[in-house]
């Protein structure tokens, strides 16, 4: 299949925005698949890597079922996940508590070090591009950029509730 050239919308109004929001999401999607497609990974073993990031930044414990959870994947494919990333050397299993039941999954140092190997050619041409934007511009971007995941979000629990399937009301102009 044929890459077609990006083309940059013409106005910026909001169907052209979510446009664009689905154009970048298609494209780092893209990304994804062919960075770890050349290092034989899985774009839910990157997913889970990232899972797994997140919340040792925030210093909360990730166990397999939270992994699950956050993936939505069964209780035999989480498995299969971890035991993919294990045998390749990204995420090691440790025992927690004193009765020992409860597991902990760990980024290995090989992880951080093929993570940032793939992701850096990403890293670098988005870094470019921002360079070309104030701070200003940077602030006023990462509230949009926030607030559309907060509604992604917010759409994401409404389809797994059942919630109503009509539009919102039209959102006020100031």
Same mark, same amino acid.
């Given at each position: #299949?044929?890459? /077609?050239?990006f083309?940059?919308?013409?106005? @910026?109004?909001?169907?052209?925005?979510?446009?664009?929001?689905?154009?970048?999401?298609?494209?780092?999607?893209?990304?994804v698949? $062919?960075?770890?497609?050349?290092?034989? #990974?899985?774009? $839910?073993? *990157?997913?889970? *890597?990232?899972? =797994?990031?997140?919340?040792?930044?925030?210093?909360?414990?990730? $166990?397999?079922? =939270?992994? %699950?959870?956050?993936?939505? *994947?069964?209780?035999?494919? $989480?498995?299969?996940?971890?035991?993919?990333?294990?045998?390749?050397?990204?995420?090691?299993?440790?025992?927690?508590?004193?009765?020992? %039941?409860?597991?902990? *999954? %760990? #980024?290995?140092?090989?992880?951080?070090?093929?993570?940032?190997?793939?992701f850096?050619p990403?890293?670098?041409?988005?870094?470019?591009?921002?360079? &070309?934007?104030?701070? &200003?511009?940077? /602030?006023?971007?990462? %509230?949009? #950029?926030?607030?559309?995941?907060? @509604?992604? =979000?917010?759409?994401?629990?409404? @389809?797994?509730?059942g919630? +109503?399937?009509?539009?919102? +009301?039209?959102?006020?102009?100031?």
């Amino acid at each position: #299949m044929a890459d /077609e050239a990006f083309q940059r919308p013409t106005n @910026a109004g909001p169907q052209s925005l979510v446009r664009l929001l689905q154009d970048f999401t298609l494209e780092a999607n893209r990304y994804v698949d $062919t960075a770890g497609g050349r290092n034989d #990974m899985h774009r $839910t073993d *990157l997913n889970a *890597l990232a899972v =797994i990031m997140r919340h040792t930044a925030k210093g909360t414990v990730v $166990t397999p079922g =939270i992994l %699950r959870k956050e993936l939505n *994947l069964s209780s035999p494919a $989480t498995t299969a996940l971890i035991d993919r990333l294990d045998q390749s050397g990204h995420v090691v299993r440790e025992r927690l508590g004193s009765d020992r %039941r409860q597991v902990q *999954l %760990r #980024m290995t140092p090989k992880a951080f070090q093929d993570g940032g190997a793939m992701f850096m050619p990403l890293s670098r041409h988005m870094g470019t591009a921002m360079a &070309e934007f104030s701070p &200003e511009e940077l /602030e006023l971007v990462t %509230r949009f #950029m926030t607030a559309m995941v907060e @509604a992604t =979000i917010a759409a994401r629990q409404e @389809a797994s509730n059942g919630g +109503p399937a009509q539009s919102p +009301p039209p959102h006020p102009t100031k």
